[in-house]
């Protein structure tokens, strides 16, 4: 039997899977900054821009810490504890499926400026069915397929910014004069520039993208991805920005939000621009939608096998899809678009709380990293200053999208309240599950016969919760680290099954380390703790051996946070967790 090995993607192919997603922003994010910075807009957009690069260097110091896929969720897993991680998650899946709403109306928005015979809201779903079936095939992104997109992509938005530029040559800027003149709102140009800053925060959507398949990548790619996306969207967005305020009165602006990047190809360069540049849209943003549908049933997938959501959305199809994730996020995605009914502000409003909520968690992260994770090796830090300040500023544009927007505030909690909730009933279930069986033997005593059944397989279900087995690889710890780790299992993991392997040299003396076990195993009677001792090397070789002899998940397995010494990188163990 032939092994396959899966070649990982060069510098442009991550780029254009990831900057396909960030740069269909540019699309509409200069019509919503224009809407409420005006004229100033393109300062907004620079701000942004500013924020980018601060984040550049948060994300580059944490997966080059921990080179894993996942994102938020991975970085909070090794550094806090599962609720928070699933905090996180829950946030990105909310993200994933604005994204794919916003990305399927605003392309069939531009498809309808084409076609006027489209239908936006049938179009719409139709898209959103087609990828749901596309998903469930097996058919992910192609990198082939995403860098001929990108590469269009970014050459129609670079003709647009030519034919505008040789339109100003041609016809002046009174268009420009005039628009400078308005009135700002009545606040005044702070205010303005804060607003405008808050909705030109959506022209980042897809920065986190990169990290969620940097396994995928070679060595040294990920953070020029970070580079490229940045640069894409520090020049593409302001610019974009200007030249709409040169060119196009802003009161003809909020008649054509839903294409105004067509409207203003039509208007320096004729139908056959606008076409083009509507057929781009169509595309990249169908991209935005396929990666929504990828990335989610990846993320769901890691969160089940961590046990974070219910065993049911681990079948398979004959493909190897997780059909009942995707399905499940198509009934997700057209309830968002029946809820908002394809309002581009308010769907806007949803991604932004939620990409938002997400980038400041993954700065947080960053803090913890840096508090928890001292010893870890990491290819490039960002000063901890930077850090606060890229939060402080994501959390002033968080609520600056509810004075902008509040319904699409509580539009997000809708979502966020019941998403949590259901996730903290999974963590909590077993908790739950002896509450229930304590109230069946309380309330229901003449019943006896139905709640001696019911108990029986509430316990049968408890204990199969319980049933999975951890691993911890020990380098001979003190009782004091293997304290805090039988801490970290007892309040992050439903289990009470504990092995402890340490993978000693010939001839060692373990006798302290057994010592320390046996007082262990009486301060934390409810977990049962197996100690082992293997002769060896710790590496991959021993963890993939194990994994499979003992049946145990890799992601199931824990280490302490290794040091500069340390002869592998934690992405070549397979996702083994870190939690020292």
């Given amino acids: 039997m032939s092994e396959t090995v899966h070649k990982k993607l060069n510098e442009l192919q991550a780029t254009a899977i990831c900057g396909n997603d960030i740069s269909s922003s540019c699309l509409y994010v200069s019509a919503l900054t224009i809407m409420y910075a005006g004229q100033y807009a393109w300062v907004s957009l620079l701000i942004v821009a500013v924020v980018l690069f601060l984040f550049r260097k948060i994300y580059g110091e944490v997966v080059g810490a921990i080179p894993l896929n996942g994102g938020a969720y991975n970085v ?43 239908n936006v809201p049938i179009a719409t779903i139709v898209v959103l069915l ?16 995403a860098v001929i997109i990108f ?56 920065f986190e993208s990169s990290a969620n398949f940097v396994e995928e990548q070679q060595q040294g790619v990920f953070p020029k991805t970070l580079r490229n996306m940045w640069g894409i969207v520090s020049f593409f967005n302001p610019v974009l920005a200007l030249l709409i305020i040169c060119i196009i009165p802003l009161t003809e602006v909020g008649a054509h939000k839903e294409s105004l990047l067509a409207y203003l190809g039509h208007t320096t360069a004729g139908s056959w621009l606008a076409h083009l540049i509507s057929i781009d849209a169509v595309l990249v943003l169908c991209g935005a939608v396929l990666t929504s549908f990828v990335g989610v049933s990846g993320l769901l997938n890691r969160m089940t096998l961590d046990r974070i959501l219910p065993n049911y959305f681990l079948k398979e199809n004959k493909r190897g899809s997780h059909y009942r994730i995707i399905i499940s996020f198509l009934l997700l995605c057209v309830s968002v678009l029946v809820v908002t009914e394809g309002n581009i502000v308010v769907l806007a409003g949803v991604y932004t709380f939620s990409f938002l909520a997400v980038m400041g968690l993954f700065g947080i992260g960053n803090l913890l990293l840096k508090f928890k994770r001292r010893k870890l090796p990491r290819p490039e830090k ?77 316990i049968k279900l408890n204990n199969k919760i319980h049933s999975q087995e951890f691993v911890f690889f020990t380098k001979g710890d003190d009782v004091a680290i293997l304290n805090k780790v039988m801490q970290y299992v007892q309040n992050n993991e439903t289990t009470k099954k504990l092995k402890i392997v340490n993978i000693k040299l010939e001839n060692a003396d373990n006798e302290p380390l057994k010592i320390d076990l046996k007082v262990l195993d009486r301060a934390y009677p409810e977990i049962d703790i197996e100690f082992i001792e293997l002769e060896g090397v710790f590496g991959p070789e021993i963890i993939d051996e194990l994994s499979k002899k003992w049946n145990i998940p890799k992601n199931f397995m824990f280490i302490g946070s290794p040091g500069d010494k340390f002869s592998y990188r934690v992405s070549e163990l397979g996702g083994v967790r870190l939690i020292m």
Wanted: hydrophobic share 55%; aromatic share 14%; net charge positive.
């Fill in 382 to 458: 960002a000063r901890g200053f930077a850090v606060v300040v890229a939060v402080s500023l994501v959390i002033t544009a968080f609520i600056g999208n509810i004075e902008l927007n509040v319904d699409s505030f509580y539009t997000f909690l809708k979502y966020l309240v019941p998403a949590l909730l259901f996730v903290g009933i999974m963590l909590n279930r077993s908790f739950l599950i002896l509450v229930l069986i304590e109230a069946l033997e309380y309330f229901y005593k003449p019943l006896r016969k139905m709640v001696i059944f019911s108990n029986r397989y509430l």
């Fill in 151 to 206: 590469i269009t992509h970014l050459a129609t938005l670079s003709l647009l910014v030519l034919a505008s530029v040789w339109f100003l040559t041609q016809n002046g800027l009174d268009t420009f004069h005039f628009n400078w003149k308005l009135p700002i709102s009545s606040d005044g140009i702070p205010h303005a520039l804060f607003l405008g800053f808050a909705a030109a925060m959506l022209g980042i959507s897809g």
């Fill in 76 to 118: 909070l897993l090794n550094t806090s504890s599962k609720k928070m991680a699933s905090l996180a998650a829950t946030l990105t899946v909310l993200s994933y499926m604005a994204t794919a709403v916003i990305s399927a109306t605003e392309g069939m928005h531009y498809l309808h400026s084409v076609f006027p015979i489209v």
């Fill in 130 to 145: 087609a990828f749901t079936y596309l998903a469930i095939l097996g058919i992910g992104e192609s990198a082939f397929v």
